[in-house]
Nanobody, 124 residues
Framework: QVQLVESGGGLVQAGGSLRLSCAAS????????MGWFRQAPGKEREFVAG????????YYSDSVKGRFTISRDNAKNTMYLHMSSLKPEDTAVYYC?????????????????WGQGTQVTVSS
C-alpha cells in the first residue's frame, strides 16, 4: 500500500496562490494515477484534479480549470497542486489519493489510499 502525506496548506487572501505537495512512500509511486480532492464543512468530498502515472494526462473539475495545475515528479515520489486566483469557495481540506488506473479518476470510491489532508483557507 502507498502512504501519502499532504503539505503546503494555509491561510491566503482571495486572489493569492498556494502550492500543495503530496509525498508518497511504500509501493512504486509511478505505478499509480493520482488525484486531489477537497471537502468543505458540511459538503461531500469532491474531485479537484487528477493525473496519469506518467503525467501526460491531466483532468480538472470545472470549478478549478484554468486556475489550478496538477503535476508530478516521479523521481521525487511527489505530486503537486499549484493553486492560483484562489477564491473563498476554495476553502476546504485538500486530500491526495492514488489508484491503479486512470479510469474513474474523478470518483473518490475508486481510490485505494488517501492522505490525512491539509487545510486551505481563503479569506475574502
Amino acid at each position: 500500500q502507498v502512504q501519502l502525506v499532504e503539505s503546503g496548506g494555509g491561510l491566503v487572501q482571495a486572489g493569492g496562490s498556494l502550492r500543495l505537495s503530496c509525498a508518497a512512500s511504500g509501493r512504486t509511486f509511478s505505478n499509480y494515477a493520482m488525484g486531489w480532492f477537497r471537502q468543505a464543512p458540511g459538503k461531500e468530498r469532491e474531485f479537484v484534479a487528477g493525473i496519469s502515472w506518467n503525467g501526460r494526462s491531466t483532468y480538472y473539475s470545472d470549478s478549478v480549470k484554468g486556475r489550478f495545475t496538477i503535476s508530478r515528479d516521479n523521481a521525487k515520489n511527489t505530486m503537486y497542486l499549484h493553486m492560483s486566483s484562489l477564491k473563498p469557495e476554495d476553502t476546504a481540506v485538500y486530500y491526495c489519493a492514488c489508484k491503479e488506473a486512470v479510469a474513474g479518476i474523478r470518483l473518490p470510491h475508486e481510490y485505494e489510499s488517501w492522505g490525512q489532508g491539509t487545510q486551505v483557507t481563503v479569506s475574502s
